[in-house]
């Protein structure tokens, strides 16, 4: 794996490098003694997908409060997505900013999102497929997200939203200068 640092704080771009023949190809997509060189999760507890039938659609900015925060391992398997990231950290150089990474079943990059902060994408395509690796099992009561939309953070989507859940189209907006999420 090629690990590429991203212009936030403890957050990753991972190339695979696969190895072929005339079967096809062979890649690792994790590997826990690399992970544990860059400081990442080494152990995740779970793995969820989504499934999108239309490019437009969005999904999140989510994430989870202590003491349930997640890092996740996200990988686009069918389609293609535009992949954000929010930086909540209260103290970290990148908090509140936001970065945006294309991840596409022909790139196969994989982003490593680490906890504390809040995850979204956006199918470019239509019928596109994610899955993803997390360090804690989901947990209800510690479940948060912000607004696709929030001017403070100025997420600028490819695509109008097509399809978005209601319960991502109300998060509450960001307090400027208000108390820190994590």
């Known amino acids: 794996m090629i690990f590429h640092k991203t212009t936030l704080q403890d957050a990753w771009l991972i190339e695979i490098e696969p190895r072929g023949d005339e079967r096809?190809?062979?890649?690792?997509?994790?590997?826990?003694?690399?992970?544990?060189?860059?400081?990442?999760?080494q152990d995740f507890v779970q793995q969820n997908m989504s499934t999108s039938a239309k490019a437009g659609t969005l999904r999140g900015m989510h994430f989870q409060r202590a003491p349930h925060?997640?890092?996740?391992?996200?990988?686009?398997?069918?389609g293609a997505v535009l992949d954000v990231?929010?930086?909540?950290?209260?103290?970290?150089?990148?908090?509140l900013r936001h970065e945006a990474f294309e991840?596409?079943?022909?790139?196969r990059r994989q982003l490593y999102v680490p906890p504390g902060f809040a995850h979204s994408f956006q199918t470019l395509v239509?019928?596109?497929?994610?899955?993803?690796?997390?360090?804690?099992?989901?947990?209800?009561?510690?479940?948060?997200?912000?607004?696709?939309?929030?001017?403070?953070?100025?997420?600028?989507?490819?695509?109008?939203i097509t399809a978005i859940s209601d319960k991502d189209a109300t998060w509450p907006y960001l307090v400027p200068n208000g108390p820190p999420i994590f």
């Open 24 to 41: 096809g190809i062979f890649a690792r997509t994790m590997c826990r003694e690399e992970f544990a060189a860059h400081g990442m999760a």
């Open 69 to 78: 925060t997640e890092a996740k391992l996200v990988r686009c398997i069918r």
């Open 85 to 95: 990231i929010v930086d909540l950290r209260a103290g970290s150089p990148s908090y």
């Open 103 to 107: 991840l596409t079943a022909d790139n």
């Open 126 to 160: 239509d019928d596109s497929e994610v899955s993803y690796l997390v360090s804690a099992a989901y947990a209800p009561q510690s479940e948060g997200g912000l607004r696709y939309d929030d001017p403070l953070l100025g997420i600028s989507w490819p695509l109008p």
